[in-house]
Every structure is written in C-alpha cells, then in structure tokens.
C-alpha cells in the first residue's frame, strides 16, 4: 500500500508518496487546477494500492479533495496540528512543500483513525449562510456605530435606544429627522442609515432562509429545547456530519464541552477546557443559557447537580457537556433518517 500526503497551495499542489514504511518513493508538484488533478491521477496510478492524505485545509484542497472522490479515489484528512511532530521528527531540516507534504503522509501511516473525506452535501450550504450572515452582521455593526458617532455630533443627547437601530421604525424617524439637516456629517449619516436599512433586509432574508433549510437536515435537533434554527444551522454546518466522530466523548472533546481532569495530591477536580471547535462551543453555550432561563430539563439538571455539592461553574460546565450529548445523539438520528430516505428509492427501484 502506497500513501500519497499532498501540501496543497492556491497554484500548486506538491505530493510525495511513501510506503508502507514511511520511506520516499515518489514527489511530483502539479498546478492547483483540474488538469493538474488529473495528470496526478495518472501519475498515481503506478501504484494500483495506494490512499491520499490531504492537509485538512479545506479552503486549499476542497478541489482537489472532490476530484479525487469522484474519481473513486480514498482520501484522508490530516489534521494541521498532527505535521508538526512528524516534520521536527524528520531527518531532513528545514521547512518546504515536499518536506510538509512527506509530514503528511507519514501522519497517515501513523494515525489509524484520521477521518475519510466525502463529498460537501447540505452542511456545507448551511455554513457558507450561517458565515455570511455573520459577516453582514458584523458589518451592520460597524456601520450602526459609526453612525451614532456622528447622530452625537448632529445632535448631542438625542441618540437613539441602544439595539434599536435594526429596526425599521426606528430608521424611518432618523431618516425623516435627517432630511433637513445640512452638511457632510448629515450627508454620511443618512447614507449610513440608508446602508443600515438594505443590510437588515438582507440579514432577516437570510435568517428566513437558513430557518427553513435547517428543518430538513436536522429536525430532532430543531426539537431540543433552547435550539433556534440559527444554532441549529450552526451546529450543522459545523460538526459537518456526526458520523466522523466516533462517540459522544469524541464529539464533547472536539467542540470544547468536555472538561479538563485536573489532578494535585489526592484532590481531582475538572477544569474548563479553552480547546476545540469555538463556533460549535458558543451555539451549545446559548442553548444552554435558554434552557437555565425557561422551566424544563435543564433547570432540572441543575437542581440534582446543586443537589450533589456542585457549585455554580462545575453545573454549567456539567449542563454543556449534557446537551453536547443530547445535540450528538439528535444529529446521528437526523442523518440515519436522511440515510433510509436516500436508501428508499434506490431499493424501490
């Protein structure tokens, strides 16, 4: 068996192949573009047992990775973090597309259970919206704050309520306030304003439509409590299917639920882990301060925990780590579902 690790770039992608030792067999550098991916296609084929392992950076090698799939090709994803034991471990120093490339593969060889690549299905729609609907919120943001810098120029003590300035009522007064005033600062404000405006249709469009696309994917989760549709789609277009992970433990560890054991003397206790998946961490954290402020199962997990000694950090920590279970449970449901609607037709057929 040959393993071919590949450091792919935006213009060119270097791949090196190894045996089943780790020994250099092969390097050959291609452009990053289709007919690149092919003539690497038949540069492997000199070895009729062989897998690929691609640097897991999706933005670089996504294209690579899908052209190898269709081609029926078994790609693994290596994690970043995992190259840089194997090149300071190398014999040859230094840092270059072949050397990270041959980190790359010889990671393969090491890690049994790297995940398989497969193709982009739903997940991937509802992160690049979940992205881009933060983005223009952020950029929303921006321009609120900018505009009351000048709104207190204008007018000192007349600004208006705090988080109201996504509201079209509210835009409409300033508009009509701002109709008459004259000057640059007014000029920009009302510009900003009309800026405002167009950004918030977009955002709630989009909120509308990232809503309606989470119930096909993921409706036992939309069904937990404390769940709104944009953490769901979060969740979704994050975890990019539960099947990659190998237990609930595996999916708590990579999305910073699980705690930290910290041992001194006899005495053990857990901390707070700072690692794993932020995104996901953050939409499992609003979940669970919507449950603590709705009677239901999490204000009642926290009273058996209270019950038992805990202090306040140690049951939210121990409430995350709850639900992080639960979402992963709810996620393998959703997509084994997904998996016997797409088995229907075909045995049907």
Known sequence: ??????????????????????????ERTVP???????????WAAHWPERSWALEDCRHLSRRLEADLLRAGERVLRVPPKLMAGARRSAREPGKSDPIDALAVARVALREPDLPSACLDGPERELRLLVDHREDLVG?????????RWHLHELS?????????????????????????????VARIARELVANIRSLTATISSLEREIGALAERPAPSLLALTGCSPLSAAKIVGETAGSERFRSRAAFARHNGTAT?????????????????????????HRIAITQLQ??????????HRRAAGDTQHEEIRALRRRISDEVY???????????????????AA
């Open 139 to 147: 950029e929303r943001t921006r321009a609120i704050n900018r505009l």
């Open 329 to 347: 449970r709810r996620l393998r449901i959703d997509e084994l579902a997904h998996q016997r609607q797409l088995a229907g037709p075909v045995a």
């Open 156 to 184: 000192p003590g007349s600004q208006p309520a705090p988080r109201s300035l996504d509201r079209s009522h509210v835009l409409a007064a300033l508009e009509q306030r701002l109709a008459t005033e004259p000057g640059t």
């Open 1 to 26: 068996m040959v393993t071919l690790g590949a450091d792919t770039h935006k213009r060119t992608h270097t791949l090196v192949a190894v045996d089943a030792t780790g020994r250099k067999l092969a």
């Open 260 to 284: 930290l054991p910290v041992w001194s003397g006899n005495v053990v206790r857990d901390r707070l882990s700072r690692g794993g998946n932020r995104q996901l961490n953050a939409a499992i």
């Open 32 to 42: 990053a573009t289709s007919p690149g991916h092919l003539e690497l296609l038949r």
């Open 294 to 303: 709705r009677p239901g199962p999490g204000q009642t997990y926290l009273a």
